[in-house]
């Protein structure tokens, strides 16, 4: 479809989009109204990484820290530490607590969740603290430490090695500087400070290690009092109402489209019918049930345009008996056939309408005139044609009403009388307009349509479904009915009617849309 169709089924089902938006926008706002406010506090713990190595060459063991971040995360949600936290609070019911590590970084956060902001920042801190205090109790509770080890082994070898001087220098002052004994003395304070020179080394190695390995749990920023809810998200939450209510409405408007077998553009009545439009008639504002128009109005313009389209001299046989029908019910049929015969005497033509509904007549009522005697009683005999036919109140236009209603009206317009009546008042007119029950209600106008010259189908646009209009035609092509064209019926009036009236109908928009409020035409 090209976008000019897209933006007219938009446009024809603006209602359902409209309603889809109100009605979802207002169960988004009722929804959020009535939704608790809760709020978010967080408190954000580093957990820092494992080190191996020298002095000189450390180890980050990344693997080990990753166990290390999951299992303090388990342990800040396990029961043991909840329970700490309610009783240092003194709370009956916790909010909900979460823990988040944060990828490729060395931290993790608290998070509490509770409809009480003040509630949620002290429960946070008060379990990062316990974590915190769990950590250092754990690394002081494991025994000495290497460091101290090493420190307790420093001080015997200094001792030794304190020793060991003071037996060399009593050798010293007692032997030559060359006898056994105190070179014996002098190789063991060699011997001494070499151990003492390693142990030094390996306790300063201990040292490095142990303080960057302290504290390997801390808390790098505390939790603070929220001041506003993290939900309901009230602006978040409208637009995704309006987002949503838009593409709900839309996916409505075009699934019912497509569930929507009504004809709304002339473009589409042609291709269903496979005739050409030969008038689009707009829209008229409800003033009575019935109206005759005058010249000055678009209705008026539009059915000159029709007169003209149907006196063209482009048929081989002239057209002087036209049956007018159409698909349903109250799609406008009778007025456009008064209508069409007040534009075709204003012509200078000499017309006359004849009313072949035999079972709900309209035109006496459109042209004000009595309905005692008509078309039933001349083909009955009753009376003769010149007294049934009347003179309406315009100039030029003869009506021929239906008169009482027969039980039989089939088998009357099926007869040999009224064959015989349409030749008498082809001599009589210039044009005979025959006004005929909808197909779909009555087999009337079937029976009516082989005996004229042409028949003009009428189609309610936007009213009038597919199936309706193409059953109609096949049952008018059953009869070898003599087609000629649809007028297309409450199409939308151009802004400018007098010169879109004067344009050609090849010249005209294909797609015009029809609207979808009924004009006063009902029959």
């Known amino acids: 479809m090209e976008l000019r169709t897209y933006l007219t089924i938009i446009w024809r089902r603006k209602w359902v989009i409209v309603a889809t938006v109100v009605v979802t926008m207002l169960v988004i706002i009722i929804g959020t109204l009535l939704t608790t406010p809760t709020y978010l506090a967080s408190t954000t713990l580093r957990i820092k990484t494992p080190i191996g190595g020298a002095i000189n060459w450390l180890d980050y063991n990344i693997t080990y820290a990753d166990r290390l971040m999951n299992t303090y995360a388990e342990i800040a949600t396990s029961s043991p530490t909840m329970e700490k936290v309610a009783q240092r609070l003194n709370l009956n019911q916790l909010p909900q607590v979460s823990v988040k590590v944060l990828p490729n970084t060395e931290l993790m956060k608290i998070v509490v969740e509770d409809a009480n902001p003040s509630l949620t920042a002290s429960v946070a801190n008060t379990l990062a603290e316990i974590l915190v205090t769990q950590d250092q109790e754990q690394s002081s509770s494991n025994g000495m430490t290497t460091r101290e080890i090493l420190s307790?082994?420093?001080a015997q070898v200094e001792e030794e090695l304190n020793q060991a001087r003071q037996t060399y220098e009593k050798l010293s002052a007692q032997l030559p500087e060359d006898a056994?004994?105190?070179?014996?003395a002098s190789y063991s304070i060699e011997l001494k400070q070499q151990t003492y020179a390693t142990l030094l080394e390996q306790y300063e190695q201990?040292?490095?290690?142990?303080?960057?390995?302290?504290?390997?749990?801390?808390?790098?920023?505390p939790a603070v009092t929220p001041l506003t809810p993290s939900e309901p998200h009230k602006v978040i939450n409208i637009a995704l109402g309006l987002m949503v209510g838009l593409a709900g409405g839309l996916g409505l408007a075009f699934v019912l489209e497509s569930l929507d077998t009504r004809l709304y553009t002339s473009k589409q009545i042609e291709a269903v019918t496979e005739l050409p439009a030969l008038g689009q008639i707009p829209t008229v504002k409800k003033v009575?049930?019935?109206?005759?128009l005058n010249g000055n109005s678009p209705q008026g313009e539009a059915f000159r345009y029709l007169?003209?389209?149907?006196?063209?001299?482009?048929l081989?046989?002239?057209l002087q008996t036209l049956l007018i029908t159409s698909t349903e019910p109250a799609e406008g049929k009778s007025t456009v056939v008064a209508n069409l015969a007040l534009t075709t005497a204003q012509f200078g033509r000499k017309v006359i309408s004849i009313d072949c509904d035999l079972r709900r007549p309209t035109l006496h009522r459109i042209f004000d005139l009595p309905n005692k005697t008509g078309l039933s009683d001349v083909l009955k005999g009753e009376t003769t044609l010149d007294r049934a036919i009347q003179s309406s109140k315009?100039?030029?236009?003869?009506?021929l009403t239906t008169g009482p209603l027969p039980s039989n009206p089939v088998e009357l317009l099926g007869s040999i009388q009224m064959t015989t009546l349409l030749k008498q008042l082809k001599q009589q007119f210039d044009l005979v307009l025959l006004d005929t029950p909808a197909l779909s209600a009555v087999v009337d106008a079937a029976v009516l349509a082989p005996t004229v010259d042409g028949v003009l189908l009428v189609v309610g646009c936007g009213q009038t479904l597919q199936e309706a209009v193409q059953a109609a035609h096949r049952q008018l092509v059953a009869v070898k009915a003599k087609l000629i064209g649809v007028v297309v019926n409450r199409t939308k009036q151009a802004n400018n009617y007098y010169y879109a009236s004067q344009v050609p109908r090849s010249m005209k928009s294909e797609?015009?849309?029809c609207t979808k409020n009924g004009d006063n035409v009902n029959n």
């Open 152 to 154: 307790a082994q420093l």
């Open 180 to 184: 056994e004994p105190v070179t014996a």
């Open 206 to 221: 201990a040292r490095v290690r142990e303080a960057m390995q302290a504290n390997t749990l801390s808390v790098v920023e």
């Open 288 to 292: 009575k049930q019935f109206t005759l």
């Open 307 to 314: 007169r003209t389209n149907i006196l063209t001299p482009d």
């Open 316 to 318: 081989n046989v002239p």
């Open 394 to 399: 315009l100039s030029g236009v003869k009506v």
């Open 511 to 513: 797609s015009e849309n």
